[in-house]
T-cell receptor, first 119, second 113 residues
Framework: GAVVSQHPSWVICKSGTSVKIECRSL??????MFWYRQFPKQSLMLMAT?????????EQGVEKDKFLINHASLTLSTLTVTSAHPEDSSFYIC???????????????FGPGTRLLVL | AQSVTQLDSHVSVSEGTPVLLRCNYS??????LFWYVQHPNKGLQLLLK??????LVKGINGFEAEFKKSETSFHLTKPSAHMSDAAEYFC???????????FGAGTRLAVHP
């Protein structure tokens, strides 16, 4: 099946610094990528949807200036947590949907996640 | 709007016994439905999906799910649980108009020796 990678898998940073997380579709082209946040023992919360070459669409309540998303190519999206604070500590998961599949039911493939700890 | 309800937050079974994880959906049109599994500190892996073809869908690792329109259900089953099946399971519906997946709250499956 299709593979999505994330880098780094975990990161510890000081409060006030910025952290960039990369998401890559390794063997397919992804027109749409998604960024989720997951708190312990909870379901995934969609943060934003990004289409290649256009601005991301953020979910209500997600600060676009705080969580910068760039979808520069059909295989790469990045999430930058700017001026990170301890409350931003979480598990961040990206997902990608393949290009070229018409109709409905396209599968989203998920990355392994990035655990962020802000001290 | 689409929605999905996982009826059990925790399910505990003994190794070798059947698994049933329940999911009901709400949709104004024929939905696409998925089951994903998440092992601790990992991403989500697709188990199976339903997209209006056969109502009984077979997935990986011996799992299967049956789409029942009359009951608006998409329950996940496995005849015999393995210790390695212990994980969090998410029932998911695809909302085409909103262009996103709608997740259930998840069911944590524990498998005891």
């Amino acid at each position: 099946g299709a593979v999505v990678s994330q880098h780094p898998s975990w990161v510890i940073c000081k409060s006030g610094t910025s952290v960039k997380i990369e998401c890559r579709s390794l063997d397919f082209q992804a027109t749409t990528m998604f960024w989720y946040r997951q708190f312990p023992k909870q379901s995934l919360m969609l943060m934003a949807t990004s289409n290649e070459g256009s601005k991301a669409t953020y979910e209500q309540g997600v600060e676009k200036d705080k969580f910068l998303i760039n979808h520069a190519s059909l295989t790469l999206s990045t999430l930058t947590v700017t001026s990170a604070h301890p409350e931003d500590s979480s598990f961040y998961i990206c997902s990608a949907r393949e290009k070229g599949l018409a109709g409905f039911g396209e599968t989203q493939y998920f990355g392994p996640g990035t655990r962020l700890l802000v001290l | 709007a689409q929605s999905v309800t996982q009826l059990d937050s925790h399910v505990s079974v003994s190794e070798g016994t059947p698994v049933l994880l329940r999911c009901n959906y709400s949709s104004s049109y024929s939905p696409s439905l998925f089951w994903y599994v998440q092992h601790p500190n990992k991403g989500l892996q697709l188990l199976l999906k339903y997209t209006s073809a056969a109502t009984l869908v077979k997935g990986i690792n011996g799992f299967e799910a049956e789409f029942k329109k009359s009951e608006t259900s998409f329950h996940l089953t496995k005849p015999s649980a393995h210790m390695s099946d212990a994980a969090e399971y998410f029932c998911v519906v695809s909302d085409l108009w909103l262009n996103k997946l709608i997740f259930g709250a998840g069911t944590r499956l524990a498998v005891h020796p």
